[in-house]
């Protein structure tokens, strides 16, 4: 058993994917998309030089164009901006109060609501950085997507509030409350909806319980995945509150690689029930409805392998050390830093 040959100072990265039936796909225009996002991303100088540098190693556009490897041109750049939203963000908020997190999601949320206003003096960068991609992307996209993304996106920076308050008062959920607001802070929801960007699918469509049933699955296995591979960072540095693996340890008093273990079949249950519910995804009586759901359903699951492969192909969880890490799955736990 590997698990036997583990020291105290080393974990053990389960393959999440082992049974998933989708492999890994590059969408075909992610080289340029790549270059025109990144570009865009840096000319809002969200970081000084040392930071910039880090963030540019962890390659968010590539995440966007594996876990879209099926858009169109337009819509392969689109995901590219939206990444690079979602992880200025991520970085910014992690650091700052709840208060402070507040004010950034309210410029984020307002500049998406008027992106034809310009934005403050003084404001963070996040609210222009968000009006740009917005406005970008309502020249291209159906007005019922547009409805669900700005709904959808109201609910990742809620719970991204959430998830300062708790930093600010060190709550550490229970498992079920924990599994609830990190749904909506991994922000896949609002991701999923670009699947949609093209298409007016009517929300009985929607909200039919086999599709419902399918994005939960989906998001779920996308957290627990991001969970696992960054816990090692963030309880180095001291930030591993809001991670799966801290609440297991703690709720059932257990070992760093039981609660992998378990993780690891939670995982497991998730990813049978979306292989099951896909056979129950009924037609819906027109062909071009069923060909919009079956592009959705697609988008779902080249998600969960886009997202795990990202972990390992990019710097931002194992450095250059991705690659031999996603053979052998074996990774040396950091040193905790010091205050």
């Known amino acids: 058993m590997v698990h036997e040959m583990l020291t105290d100072t080393q974990m053990f990265i389960p393959n999440l994917l082992d049974n998933w039936p989708w492999p890994r796909q590059l969408n075909p225009y992610h080289a340029i998309s790549k270059s025109e996002s990144d570009s865009w991303a840096q000319s809002f100088n969200a970081f000084d030089s040392e930071a910039q540098h880090v963030y540019n190693k962890c390659n968010f556009s ?13 819509g392969c750049r689109i995901v590219c901006d939206l990444m690079h939203l979602f992880f200025v963000f991520d970085e910014y908020s992690d650091v700052a109060s709840a208060s402070v997190v507040q004010s950034q999601a309210d410029s984020i949320m307002d500049a998406m609501r008027n992106p034809t206003h310009p934005r403050p003096q003084g404001e963070s960068i996040l609210g222009e950085m968000a009006r740009q991609f917005w406005e970008n992307v309502i020249r291209s996209t159906t007005p019922t997507f547009q409805h669900r993304f700005i709904a959808a996106f109201q609910e990742y920076t809620d719970a991204v509030v959430q998830q300062a ?65 960054s816990y090692n960072n963030e309880q180095a540095r001291g930030d591993e509150e809001h991670n799966l693996v801290t609440i297991v340890m703690r709720e059932h008093k257990c070992s760093l690689t039981d609660a992998f273990t378990w993780i ?62 996603q053979k052998k799955r074996m990774v040396d736990l950091l040193p905790r830093r010091q205050a």
Not at 218 to 228: F, T
Request: net charge negative; charged share 25%.
């Open 264 to 325: 690891s079949s939670l995982n497991d249950n998730v990813a049978d029930t979306f292989l099951s519910v896909l056979k129950t995804v009924p037609s819906f009586g027109d062909r071009t409805i069923d060909e919009q759901v079956a592009f959705y359903i697609d988008g779902l699951r080249n998600w969960v392998r886009g997202n795990d492969t990202w972990s390992f192909e990019s710097g931002r969880y194992f450095g250059v050390k991705g690659l031999e890490i």
């Open 165 to 229: 308050l708790d930093r600010d008062h060190h709550n550490i959920r229970k498992i079920n409350q924990y599994l609830e607001i990190r749904r909506d802070t991994i922000g896949i929801k609002p991701s999923l909806t670009i699947l949609e960007s093209q298409f007016n699918l009517p929300d009985e469509v929607m909200r039919h319980p086999s599709l419902i049933a399918l994005q939960s699955a989906c998001v779920d296995m996308v957290a627990i995945c991001n969970d696992l591979v």
């Open 62 to 74: 590539l995440l966007g164009s594996l876990a879209f490897p099926t858009v169109d041109k337009n």
